[in-house]
């Protein structure tokens, strides 16, 4: 039997009240009852409050006459790591289409920092508009959706932005379907993921990026010495280090570069550093002298300007959904060395970067949400050993790969293809609606 609507929003509001509740008492909670517990008990009631809601049918389908034309952007746009910087590229994006929108900054419920204030001038916290651009990954939006005011959801068209990294989306996350009408992804890639798992409309809308600002900045900012020529790898240690792979960037470096080859060095640039993480790789490099660490969190100009006074940038992934730091590398016109493999080979091809091949491995344990039986990459080491020295020996190609990478990148990536496919998207949405709104005019 269908749930009465008011019921069902009743009760799914009572179990948002015990969230919020819980999440303010957290320090307490953690003292009294083990954390697995608690996220348990917090998966359990957000499970059953989405089978509820779905259980209702759709009550607050989009009217497009109910709010004022525009888009509402509702994500980390504050965030200080991958997702909040996608969120200020799609941002980005917005701005360039001349559409009215607004943002709406959500906090991820971690320990995610919160510090990048770049679109500040753009928060009001506010939904005036009839469509909503939800930048929040589909494991953390129906918890969002328990946490903000039901009424930001209702009669609105409700598009979520997306990104994931495996060929199969995860069915754990399935039930957050229910809460959009339609899903975009900055890759193809991605799409081509989610489209397998649901009927809903499924659109690729790639980044677009500008050229970066690097400041003033140069290698004594960093500590890094002027007359060698340096390999970066980048990670966020909070992500999952199996996914990103910097062991074997470590492993091919070794393999082209001797211990005494004073030369060259490789810098590790880490956010979120992990006791564990900084051990493996020191281990890995404890007979290498050139190696230098960057630990610290920086800000957008400084990373930037770490990527521009490299000389190569490696990223051996196992899998990417969009490959956002190579991409930024390539505009600075610093070569990247990449697996050829997922996202990254939408933008990346031999003439512009260094693609290196991989066979495919079965995910063999649980990593996150990277689940056993799954596939993913795995790079060969010779051939990203043999980029790294002919990147360091032959200076001919290295300006080369240099140069179409830039290029290739202001095109392919260019605000204005962005802002192109998001109007092109959202004329569809009005137009439909009109359609339904006139046939439903016309019936009565």
Known sequence: MQREPYQVVK????????????????????RLIPIKILRRVKKSIVDSSMMKLASA?????????????????????????GLGESCRLVARGLAETGLDFTIYNYEQVSAMRHSDFSWEYKITNTTPYNINLIHIQPYE????????????????YNIAFWLWELEEFPEQWQNAFSLVDEIWTPSEFA????????NKPVYTVPYALQTPDCGEYGRRDFDLPEDKFLFLCMYDCSSFFERKNPIAAINAYKQAFPPDEKNVGIVIKLNNPQKKDMQLIREKLADYSNVYFVAEVLDRVKANALIACTDAYVSLHR???????PAEAMFLGTPV?????SANTEFMSEDTGCLVDYVFINIEKDYGPYLAGNRWAEPVIEQASGYMRKL?????Y????????RLRISEKLAPEHMAALIRKRISAIYSKADAVESKVLQLG
């Not at 799914?12 to 320090?27: S, Y």
């Not at 360091?392 to 001919?396: G, L, Q, T, V």
Request: proline fraction near 2%.
């Open 319 to 325: 899998s990417e959904g969009f490959s956002l730091i």
């Open 191 to 198: 799409s081509e993921s989610i489209r397998k798992a649901t």
């Open 57 to 81: 049918g759709n009550r607050n389908a989009f009217t497009r006459t109910a709010f004022i034309d525009g888009v509402n952007l509702i994500g980390y746009i504050r965030g200080e790591i």
């Open 11 to 30: 009760r799914v509001k009572t179990a948002a009240f015990i969230i919020n509740l819980a999440e303010r008492l957290k320090p307490a909670l953690t």
């Open 337 to 341: 060395i990449a697996t050829n493999w």
């Open 141 to 156: 939006l129906p918890l969002a959706y328990l946490r903000i005011n039901e009424d930001i959801w209702s009669n609105r």
């Open 398 to 405: 290295h300006q080369l790969i240099a140069s179409n990478a």
């Open 392 to 396: 360091y020996e032959d200076r001919d």
